[in-house]
C-alpha cells in the first residue's frame, strides 16, 4: 500500500498543475503526447524485448492505451469545462466502477465491498458538495470517460498479474509496454486531432510537461499498478478517492482556492473511515472461510 499512497503525494500536484498551467494553453492532444512519450522513453532500457510472450505484452499494450492514452484525452479535455476542484469531485465514482469490474473479472458479486467503497465515495462527494447544473454535464461526462478507463485499465493490469505463472517475472521488465500501448494511440489522436497552433509551450509549461511525464506518469503508473498488485479490489478503489482530498489540499495550500474546510474535514473523515471498514469487512469474510 505503501506505492498507492507515495503516488498520490505526487498525483496530488498533477491536478492543479493542468488545471492550473496547461488547460487552455497548450493543446491537449499535444500534451499527453509529450508526457507519455517521456514515461515510454525511461522505461526502454528496463524493457524485456526477447523473454516475454507476445500475448502478454499485447494484454499490457491493450491496457496502457485504456488506462492512459484514452483516459488521458477525457481528462484532459475536462479541464477546458470544469475547475480543479470540480474534476476531482466529479472523479468520486472511480471507487465503484473498479469495485465492480473487478468483481465482473473474476465472475463474483461482493456486497459488502460496496458498503465501504460508498462510504468513500459519500465522503469524496461531502468535500465538494455544491449546485451542479447543466453547463456542467459535457465536463462531468468526460470525467466520467477517464474515470472508467483508469477504473479498467489498473483492475485489468491488478487482474492479469496475479497470474501465479506471472509472479516471477519483475514487473518493471513488462511494463514499458503499458506505455508504448499508451503512445500509440496518443500519436494517433494528435495526428487526427492536434491543434498545431497551441504546439509552443513556454519554458515553464515545458517543465511541467517533464515533470508530468517522467515523474507523474512514468514513475507514478508503474508504482501505482505495482502497489494495486499489492492490495485487494476494495482497497484499491478506496485508495482512488484519497486523490481527492489529497488533491484539494495542494490546489488551496499552493493556489489559494476557496473550498469549504469543515467539508473537507468531514469528507476527509468519511474516507478513512471507510478504509478502516474495509479491512474489517475483509478480516470478518477471511475467517469464514
Given amino acids: 500500500m505503501i506505492y498507492l499512497v507515495i503516488v498520490t503525494l505526487v498525483w496530488a500536484f498533477s491536478f492543479s498543475l493542468i488545471g492550473e498551467f496547461l488547460a487552455g494553453h497548450v493543446d491537449s492532444y499535444f500534451a499527453v503526447l509529450i508526457r507519455v512519450f517521456l514515461a515510454s522513453i525511461i522505461f526502454v532500457p528496463f524493457t524485456d524485448f526477447k523473454n ?8 499490457i499494450m491493450g491496457i496502457g492505451v485504456v488506462q492512459i492514452g ?34 465482473f473479472l473474476q465472475k463474483r458479486f461482493t456486497p459488502l465491498y460496496i458498503l465501504s467503497v460508498s462510504l468513500a465515495v459519500l465522503g469524496a462527494f461531502v468535500i465538494r458538495y455544491q449546485e451542479i447544473n447543466s453547463d456542467f454535464l459535457f465536463g462531468f461526462l468526460l470525467v466520467q470517460g477517464a474515470n472508467i478507463c483508469f477504473a479498467i485499465g ?9 497470474d501465479k505463472e506471472l509472479k516471477n517475472i519483475p514487473q518493471y521488465k513488462i511494463f514499458g509496454y503499458f506505455h508504448f500501448g499508451a503512445l500509440t494511440i496518443s500519436v494517433i489522436t494528435f495526428a487526427m486531432f492536434g491543434n498545431f497552433e497551441k504546439m509552443s509551450p513556454s519554458l515553464f509549461e515545458w517543465e511541467i510537461l517533464f515533470w508530468l ?40 495550500a499552493i493556489w489559494g482556492k476557496e473550498v469549504n474546510y469543515l467539508n473537507l474535514s468531514i469528507g476527509g473523515s468519511l474516507i478513512m473511515l471507510s478504509l478502516i471498514l474495509h479491512y474489517m469487512i475483509m ?5 469464514q472461510k
Avoid: R
Wanted: aromatic content about 16%; overall charge positive; glycine content about 6%.
Fill in 52 to 59: 516475454i510472450k507476445n500475448s502478454l505484452k499485447l494484454k
Fill in 70 to 103: 484514452l483516459m488521458y484525452i477525457f481528462f484532459y479535455k475536462s479541464f477546458l469545462f470544469l475547475s480543479v476542484p470540480e474534476v476531482l469531485l466529479f472523479t468520486i465514482f472511480t471507487p465503484l466502477y473498479i469495485t465492480l469490474y473487478y468483481d
Fill in 154 to 162: 489498473q483492475t485489468s493490469y491488478k487482474y492479469i498479474m496475479e
Fill in 213 to 252: 511525464g517522467i515523474v507523474a506518469s512514468g514513475l507514478g503508473y508503474y508504482l501505482w499498478n505495482k502497489g494495486a498488485c499489492q492490495v485487494d479490489a476494495g482497497v484499491l478503489a478506496i485508495m482512488n478517492n484519497v486523490l481527492v482530498p489529497a488533491g484539494l489540499v495542494v490546489n488551496i
Fill in 283 to 287: 478480516k470478518k469474510i477471511d475467517k
